[in-house]
């Protein structure tokens, strides 16, 4: 499909909501996806001035066979854009006939709204905002390689290698083809904001994963050592559980759920090319999956990364700029779900630390949730004081809420995220059952670290298991 044609194709599944940007973009099969993208985030963006200036110009009226999405683009192509790519085919000339109509309506339009910009016609919400800052980030996949030889291929390649950053403003100053390493993850690296690496061969051979550093932060403070066994609550598509496995080095079990059957097989798919073992998939709802269950019984470390409103997404912000809150319905049904995962994932008997994460910036998903669930626990877990030197700290609204993160492409260069880690109190050993606050929260004999296994050559891939 040609470029035009498939950037109206995408705007008109956007706005009969089959999927994101992204989604559709990628699900076009369109050869340039970067060149598709960048058309349709930029048309989407200038969309109220298009529509005026396409409106009083009387373009649809004349052209009858000229489809609105399609006006759009070619409308942005022509006034906004870098002129037609590739000569414009057939469309060139048909623009061409109301090229002067149009450019004398944008004119009026900038002067009846006294600037002088293309830029200064965009809602405030539109224009370039910190999400837009955020570099982009790249895990090495350390069950495949290491930061050293995905460094030294980069190089060979003609990139520059600064080092490791000291501050956010390393970050912030990065271009052209320089990268860093983070100054928090040592396996994390950072390219300028507008790096494309999904067609890089590192990242098809799965060496590494492209994942945003906020999004790194929920495996690296549950840090799972090798041997152990981690349950990933919602677990699709998979990007943290790829995480967890590395830091695990294919050692111990981690039981990923997810109710998701199409993005549990994305997730498959993942997960093999990244090289994970030791990871068995099944498609469950997480609030079914029986804590007394035998399997789960040496379960000691719970990941929960639960749907949510996705209100902190970069491509969220970066597509639908000055998109609103979710509504108060949407808030309620996912927080009434995350508070009922949360406590239900406090419930496993051998259960030592869980981290609790969103992509949402909404009290109600976040800070709201976590101290409910501490009250329900009754002083079994409390909040661990993590990552002292982040700038972000959880919304005061109860005490210790400070001990949570947030994260933002304001304050951290990151997508929007907040994470909480929750530890067992341990229990002095003098007290007895019958003395503890939460009984049916204490653990069952708490089975004993198991020395490190040494990690078997060429394990059996990820399993998925049928529906239980
Ligand atoms: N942790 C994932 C990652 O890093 O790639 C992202 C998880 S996404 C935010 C939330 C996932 O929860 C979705 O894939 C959704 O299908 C899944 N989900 C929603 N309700 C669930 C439930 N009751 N049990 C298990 N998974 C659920």
Redesign the pocket.
Known sequence: MALYAAAAAVMAGVESRQGSIKGLVYASRFQNVKQLYALVCETQRYSAVLDAVIASAGLLRAEKKLRPHLAKVLVYELLLGRGFKGGGGRWKPLLNRHQARLKAELARLKVHRGVSRNEDLLEVGCRPGPASQVPRFVRVNTLKTCSENVIDYFKRQGFSYQGRASSLEDLRALKGKCFLLDPLLPELLVFPVQTDLHEHPLYQAGHLIL?DKA?CL?AMLLAPPPGSHVI??????????SHLAALLKNQGKIFA????AK?LAS?ATLLARAGVSCCQLAE?????VSPSDQRYHQVQYI?L????S?SGMVTRQLEEPGAGTPSKERLHALAG?QQR?LCHALTFPSLQRLVY???SLCQEENEDVVRDALQQSAGTFRLAPVLPSWPHRGLSTFPGAEHCLRASPETTLTGGFFIAVLERVEVPSSFSQAETSAPELTPSPAPKRKKRRRCKAAAAPSTLLPRT
């Open positions: 994942q999004s929920p990933d609550a919602c677990a699709a598509p998979g990007n943290k559980t759920f997810d109710l998701d993005r997730m469950e709802d997480f609030l079914a990941l990364d639960p749907s949510c996705g779900f995962a994460s969103t992509c």
